[in-house]
């Protein structure tokens, strides 16, 4: 138990939808990043928020975005959804000034049809 | 740039014999390198963590790995594979840290009874 929850646990969107992923992290974390991991294969860096300011984005297109929020929770949204969108999304939180280490949680599975 | 690659994509032992699953890193600087566990339909549970202090690691559930800079390797051992090992494995790398994680393709395990 990470103490790093995901919700909604699967979705189904269509081809062109927009989808909205959260997660819920522990008091203190103030870093969480997310990834995407295609079946198969090893989860892909999306981007990291810090305090609530993206500090690091991987090589996705902008229309994956995200937001941080004060309570500790964040948000990943994805626009003009494709079908290689389908994937788990995973998202991973730091604490601060601990010693190095991402909590994950459960993740989320996308299909996109 | 950091990248990973995990040499095998499959590997299967038999239960009791030893597990050796290999990573081999790209870092144009000192890496932190880290083993995570993925068992079905769940996130990613940390195995062990290398963040550049003794050169061999202990982790969780027996695993160890020893880092060799002269080979940029970290290849994850346990002497002894039990029936609950079997999942998939993945070797990651991050510049420093709070960075982002860059994950292998991962490799499943299988171990037969």
């Known amino acids: 138990e990470t103490g790093v929850t995901q919700s909604p646990t699967h979705l189904i969107k269509t081809r062109g939808q927009q989808v909205t992923l959260r997660c819920s992290s522990q008091?203190?974390?103030?870093?969480v990043s997310w990834y995407q991991q295609a079946l198969g294969q090893g989860p892909q860096f999306i981007f990291q928020?810090?305090?609530?300011?993206?500090?690091g984005r991987g090589n996705f297109p902008p229309r994956f975005s995200g937001l941080q929020f004060p309570n500790y929770s964040s948000e990943l949204n994805v626009n003009a959804l494709e079908l290689d969108d389908s994937a788990l999304y995973l998202c991973a939180s730091t604490l601060e000034g601990g010693v190095y280490e991402q909590y994950f949680g459960p993740g989320t599975r996308l299909t996109v049809t | 740039a950091q990248s990973v690659t995990q040499l095998g994509s499959h590997v299967s032992v038999s239960e009791g014999a030893l597990v050796l699953l290999r990573c081999n890193y790209s870092?144009?600087?000192?890496?932190?390198l880290f083993w995570y566990v993925q068992y079905p339909n769940q996130g990613l549970q940390l195995l062990l963590k290398y963040t550049s202090a003794a050169t061999l690691v202990k982790g969780i559930n027996g695993f160890e790995a020893e880092f060799k800079k002269s080979e940029t390797s970290f290849h994850l051992t346990k002497p002894s594979a039990h029936m609950s090992d079997a999942a998939e494995y993945f070797c990651?790398?991050?510049?420093?840290?709070?960075?982002?994680?860059?994950f292998g393709p991962g490799t499943s395990l299988s171990v037969i009874p």
């Open positions: 870092s144009s600087v000192p890496p932190y």
């Open positions: 008091s203190g974390h103030n870093t």
């Open positions: 990651a790398v991050s510049a420093r840290s709070h960075d982002k994680v860059i």
């Open positions: 928020y810090y305090r609530e300011e993206e500090n």
